[in-house]
């Protein structure tokens, strides 16, 4: 059915490659899980959410989304130099965190609840940077319609960060494991996407990095707090999770996450960088993008249905089963975050639309406010000392946030300011 959705082009070529390699990239750890779930308690699925909330976190100031600029210049050589410049400046934040990691190393783990997390604050920042790279490079081959190298890139990842966890956890590394994993696995994938995007001779001046970064302004300036807030929406119940309850509750909630909403995500993105390129071109050409945002929704709509169904009536049976016993309780969150992960789907694959009409600012509006929510929904499952009432309460204020970003989307896509 998705096949007739798009017209033969070399749109859904694209997608169709990008789909196969997300296919294949989700389909390792998902067939691993099992095994990792025996090997790795609750407890260490929580140590390692705590610790990826808070590199996803840092990893929004690391590039400053100049990364997102790559996609947009016409000028091959302009958008070099915002390569460039997003590299450095990664590095340069990365080190600063390291220095903070070292001087405030006790009061970063208070904050955060968990004495296990102390070690890790000094890896984080090499952590923070191999995001921001992965990131960097994965748009630039986007620019260049270098899906299948995208793909080919997006199963190294996947099935070296799963592998290689699985290896540590035979060998008896279990409170390391899981995160040792997914750095060396990300690492992995980073300095392959690195040969990939410098397989040609770069040269790079300084004064046009500078010009190049100042031009885009606009993405650090409204894209950081919008994403910032977007991004702390999507960690904070691993936080207050972790502290208002424990690590376990907060290794459930992300391992429901792990296994439905990561799968869909990654098809749903395959589709919409296909679509960002695709956007760009029909709007600079005709003004709008509408016949093709109204394509891409509809083919994620299918894409989410049957899950959504799925997951609602019959998450717990199918947890016990797969996963074992002791991850019941994350098939009962399922079961809730169901609706949420059919709303996303729907909406963030899309989301690069608002930056053709440039409505970043009322797309940060509404960062702000699923950020403010997320908290609110945790703090009142904490105040009824029941962590499902904290699911539900985030369940229904990000779909909340999803379907009104789809509607700001669509705005956007019929080329209104």
């Known amino acids: 059915m998705i096949k007739n959705i798009f017209a033969k082009s070399q749109f859904k070529k694209n997608i169709m490659v990008l789909m196969a390699g997300s296919a294949v990239a989700q389909a390792v750890p998902i067939a691993i899980s099992p095994i990792l779930t025996r090997i790795y ?6 140590l390692m959410a705590l610790y990826l909330s808070l590199c996803s976190l840092l990893s929004v100031f690391s590039s400053a989304r ?12 302009e958008a070099k130099h915002l390569l460039a410049g997003s590299l450095a400046l990664s590095a340069i934040i ?19 609840g968990n004495a296990d997390i102390s070690f890790w604050l000094y890896v984080a ?74 397989r040609e001779k770069f040269n790079f001046e300084v004064s046009k990095i500078y010009k190049s970064m100042k031009k885009y302004s606009h993405y650090p300036k409204y894209l950081v707090p919008a994403t910032f807030a977007g991004t702390a929406s999507g960690e904070i119940p691993i936080l207050l999770l972790t502290k208002y309850f424990d690590a376990s509750i907060s290794g459930y909630f992300s391992f429901t996450n792990r296994v439905t909403i990561s799968p869909l995500s990654l098809i749903g993105n395959s589709i919409g ?25 509809t083919a994620l709509f299918v ?3 049957i899950p959504l169904l799925i997951l609602f009536f ?58 403010t929510l997320s908290i609110v929904s945790i703090v009142i499952g904490y105040y009824f000392a029941d962590y499902l009432m904290s699911v539900i309460c985030y369940t229904i204020s990000y779909s909340l946030y999803y379907i009104s970003h789809s509607f700001l989307q669509y705005r956007a896509a019929c080329g209104h300011k």
């Open 125 to 198: 920042p090499i952590t923070v940077f191999t995001l921001s790279c992965y990131s960097i490079f994965t748009y630039w081959l986007n620019r260049h319609k270098r899906f299948k190298d995208m793909s080919i890139n997006r199963v190294v990842n996947s099935s070296s960060t799963t592998f290689i966890s699985l290896f540590l956890g035979f060998l008896n590394y279990i409170s390391s494991g899981l995160i040792l994993g997914y750095l060396l696995g990300q690492i992995t994938a980073v300095l392959l996407l690195w040969k990939k995007t410098f």
């Open 94 to 112: 990365s080190f600063l965190l390291f220095i903070a990691a070292c001087l405030f190393n006790k009061q970063i783990t208070s904050l955060l």
């Open 273 to 297: 960088e296909v679509y960002r390129q695709k956007a760009v071109e029909e709007y600079n050409q005709f003004g709008n993008c509408k016949a093709l945002f109204i394509r891409a929704f």
């Open 314 to 371: 019959y998450s717990v049976p199918l947890f016990t089963f797969v996963f074992g016993e002791k991850w019941a309780i994350a098939g009962k969150m399922a079961k809730y975050t169901s609706f949420l992960i059919f709303f996303q789907l729907l909406s963030t694959p899309l989301a690069y639309t608002i930056v053709l009409n440039k409505s970043q600012k009322m797309d940060m509006v509404l960062q702000i406010g699923r950020a």
């Open 303 to 305: 894409v989410g249905l």
């Open 41 to 46: 308690s609750p407890k260490e699925f929580g």
């Open 66 to 77: 100049y990364d997102l600029a790559i996609i947009e210049p016409k000028e091959n050589n």
